[in-house]
């Protein structure tokens, strides 16, 4: 039986995997975009393709070298869910 004890743990899980993920893949962009605005407000040149192109490449970086990661965080989260969901029917 699902308990409020034990929704707010499963509750707890998810955000903690999402906000992992979202860290993971928004952090290297936002850094980026800093350090891109930097100079762009020091050389005065304003140029959107100067500070989106970055940020695009840095995030599939971060996706391509931590794709591998990403998948086998979300598919242990899949699989603990489904034991969970398994061991509360029965």
């Not at 004890?5 to 850094?31: F, K, M, S, W």
């Not at 930097?38 to 599939?60: C, D, G, H, K, M």
């Not at 931590?66 to 998948?71: L, Y």
């Amino acid at each position: 039986m699902l308990t409020p004890d034990i929704a707010v743990d499963l509750l707890n899980d998810t955000l903690d995997l999402t906000v992992v993920l979202v860290v993971l893949l928004i952090l290297p962009g936002l850094i980026v975009g800093v350090v891109v605005s930097l100079i762009q407000a020091a050389t005065q040149i304003n140029e959107q393709t100067l500070s989106f192109l970055p940020r695009l490449l840095v995030t599939f970086a971060v996706l391509a070298l931590a794709g591998h990661w990403i998948t086998g965080a979300l598919m242990d989260f899949c699989i603990a869910m489904f034991e969970r969901a398994a061991a509360l029917v029965g």
